[in-house]
């Protein structure tokens, strides 16, 4: 923990085109409130521009910090989505932002997809990670150990599952840091006191095959000029 | 249900400058979702104008509609915020939107503190609903009874408690709309099976005024301009 007497601690999430908002905006939001208890730690958003990025919905993101205005955050938060999150697997200037601010930083973090896009930076390589539960096959073929948790801890690195896991994932991190008392006093801020309607998923029902067509299509969409990949990690090689 | 032979329904998430983006990603996500399985059902942003809109963090959003393009959604969804929330209790522009919109739509909810600005638009007057835990008092002030439930349904009036309690309202509003059968798949996609760190809140340990000087110093940020709002919701009126 070399920086623990330095000051600001930089929490930078990653954005890019198409990504799936709540994977971000989960976690950010629960930094966004540990700030006002601990303003050592400082969210920050950061992509390749300032310009607005597109997600998978009808909203459209802005970051406040390019890739180079954050070189040396002290963890890094990586969303997942879709087939742009495919294609983020092959963009090279956010995997060589990814590994760079990765080496330096104490806390690397992924919530959904996020984690083949560590896993396609090539910084998870043999580690113990989660992501979505209909690409766990996916995160295999990328040379990671796929763990069915809500969130996976391996050294520097935590995975979240898909989706919703990051605002668990967050809080478990932000415990670590700072302590319980504290992390209690986000989740209240939060109001995260989840009552599904319909109660929990049933694992038992749940076939993590099923989506594999689907999942297919958006390896096949986002990575249409990365053959190489699209044969790795797709199952009907049709 | 006039509207349901017309085709389309608008699902119109209602965005302000300064807003707490969880409050708008959480349904938003769960209704970008359900696209998939019923494309019947549209989200949009929609917001004064496309500038991009600061929020209470390091993200800026861009809505993708103004107010004028979507003047009759089928929903109408409110977020909330902190000081910005109560300012928002006090932009006309926003509140004659939601007063027109509102009135035609079929369903109307809010997150968190987006229960006042429906309540400053008038629009909750009378009615149950529930917001923020540490709102419950200006609730009250504003003439609306709260509730201290996950989320609260009056009519076509649906509110949820702070932040995080949009997404538990958005699954049930869509049960609702569509079926358990479709919500449990959006459920699935989203992989909304909740598992906070530290569980859930002990609310026998909360008290629900203890951010009172908080609360009151976000009210007369916020509502500056309007006196006769701050005297009626801060709790110390010194």
């Known amino acids: 923990?070399?920086?623990?007497?330095?000051?600001?601690?930089?929490i930078a999430f990653v954005a890019f085109e198409g990504l799936t908002p709540l994977d971000l905006v989960g976690p950010l939001q629960a930094f966004t409130v540990l700030e006002l208890f601990n303003p050592q730690y400082k969210a920050v958003v950061v992509a390749e521009t300032?310009?607005?990025?597109?997600?998978?919905?009808?909203?459209?993101?802005?970051?406040?910090?390019?890739?180079e205005q954050v070189p040396s955050?002290?963890?890094?938060?990586?969303?997942?989505?879709?087939?742009?999150?495919?294609?983020?697997m092959s963009n090279e200037s956010l995997l060589t932002y990814i590994r760079k601010a990765g080496t330096s930083a104490e806390i690397?973090?992924?919530?959904?997809?996020g984690a083949l896009i560590l896993a396609a930076a090539g910084v998870l390589e043999g580690r113990k990670a989660t992501t979505h539960w209909a690409f766990s096959k996916q995160l295999e073929r990328m040379g990671v150990e796929y763990v069915p948790d809500r969130w996976v801890e391996d050294g520097k690195f935590t995975s979240s599952a898909g989706i919703a896991a990051g605002l668990d994932m967050a809080l478990d991190v932000i415990g670590k840091l700072?302590?319980?008392?504290?992390?209690?006093?986000?989740?209240?801020?939060?109001?995260?006191?989840?009552?599904?309607?319909?109660?929990?998923?049933?694992?038992?029902?749940?076939?993590?095959?099923?989506?594999?067509?689907?999942?297919?299509?958006?390896?096949?969409?986002?990575?249409?000029?990365?053959?190489?990949?699209?044969?790795?990690?797709?199952?009907?090689?049709?």
Chains 1, 2 share one sequence.
């Open 1 to 10: 923990m070399t920086q623990e007497q330095a000051g600001t601690r930089e």
């Open 178 to 238: 700072v302590g319980e008392a504290t992390a209690r006093q986000v989740q209240l801020m939060l109001e995260y006191d989840p009552q599904p309607p319909l109660g929990a998923i049933d694992w038992d029902q749940i076939d993590r095959n099923m989506l594999d067509p689907v999942v297919d299509g958006w390896i096949r969409e986002g990575l249409a000029e990365r053959p190489d990949l699209v044969s790795r990690l797709v199952t009907q090689t049709s």
């Open 108 to 113: 690397v973090t992924s919530t959904c997809t």
């Open 50 to 67: 300032l310009e607005p990025l597109g997600t998978d919905g009808p909203l459209k993101l802005v970051a406040d910090k390019t890739f």
């Open 73 to 88: 955050p002290y963890a890094l938060m990586i969303p997942g989505g879709a087939a742009p999150a495919m294609k983020a």
